[in-house]
């Protein structure tokens, strides 16, 4: 962790942190952390991070494991969960990911950070950049939400909009770093937002007793989230806090942009490119991403799935949920219930079994997509 990488230089695939768990179990349990802070930072010894002082925190973290009945029974499910993202600071999971790597970037000294995003990993960026002086550029498609837009300006950040999708601002970020002397946070190019986010995984046990649900549902873009709580399953493993067991893990798309879906169901293990990717979910706006492999091995292991949803459905599920528990949800979180019904129909996910939907973000950040 001496100085900044980005990908592996030798086969051109994303870098993980490792730790010494039998170290870090030594003083993390599951009995320490009943005293401990209420956010990410709870997890301190499995984070990145050499001294206290550098870590760049707004408070995200440690979010609700709202169980919601109401939207439950509409499903037959008595045991339905929504793990509420929007409570993070800049309202998306995506704050964790950049408390990660904004924090490592102080660490490493850095002082212009770059980001090609689809919409909320630029907002946190630029607030998590704010909060550490550092500088932030951000590159986003032309067409993403303006709450987006406006908050990146707002707090500080150098904004360029782009006529294009998120691979075409990664490839400006690519061209133009090495000149301009940026460090590229572009998801799993760099390895720490990872780690911010793979304590979905830990909350996710120690909200629910250690013992992981039966199924989680969550909205795939990049796949961060997902691989990240893949990972701190199999940490947890080795610090002999849960058994071999794990959730079936269900990948969320849009159907305008399913690459994932596609190759889980054709059998591959890398995907191709989603051509003209168009979807409402921003945050599903990615055709192309660099952890494919990583994400479909995931599924596979798991013995979960895929469902693509049409956009129709994913805003329409947002009021449906908003209405039975009050959680005005972003159309991906909305996506993951939308699924849901129809995992219910061909019960392959059962009236029994307990489920966890991830609402990634705040449906405030989208107003554009909602009309009377
Ligand atoms: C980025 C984003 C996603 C996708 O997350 P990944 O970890 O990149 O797959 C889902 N929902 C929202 C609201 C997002 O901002």
Known sequence: MGVPQNLCTSCGKPLFARYDLKEAARTLTPQSLTTRGKSLWRYREVLPVRKDEDIVTLGEGWTPMLHVPRLGAKLGMERLYIKDESQNPTQSFKA????????????????????????????????????????????????????????????????????????????????????????????LKEPFRVEGKKTLGYELAEQLDWKLPDAVLY??????????????????????????????????????????????????????????????ASGLRVPKAIGDFLMLDALRASGGGVVAVPDEEMIQAVRELGSAEGIFAAPEGAACYAALKHLRAQNVIRADEQAVIFNTGAGVKYLECFHD
């Open 96 to 187: 964790r990911g950049m408390t990660g790597a904004v924090s490592m970037a102080k660490q490493y000294g850095l002082k212009k950070l770059a980001v090609p995003s689809a919409g909320n990993a630029a907002g946190a960026l630029a607030a998590y950049a704010a909060r550490a002086g550092i500088e932030a550029h951000i590159f986003m498609p032309a067409d993403t939400p303006q709450a987006n837009i406006i908050e990146c300006r707002e707090t500080g950040a150098h904004v360029t909009l782009i006529n294009g999708l998120i691979t075409d601002c990664g490839m400006e970020v690519a061209k133009r770093k090495a000149a301009e002397g940026w460090f590229d946070v572009s998801t």
């Open 219 to 280: 909205p795939t873009g990049g796949g961060t989230g997902l691989i990240g709580m893949w990972k701190a399953f199999d940490e947890m493993q080795q610090m002999g806090w849960i058994g071999s067991e794990r959730p079936r893990l269900y990948t969320i798309q849009a159907s305008g942009c399913a690459p994932i879906v596609r190759a889980f169901e054709e059998g591959k293990r890398f995907a191709d490119e989603f051509p003209n990717a168009a979807t409402k």
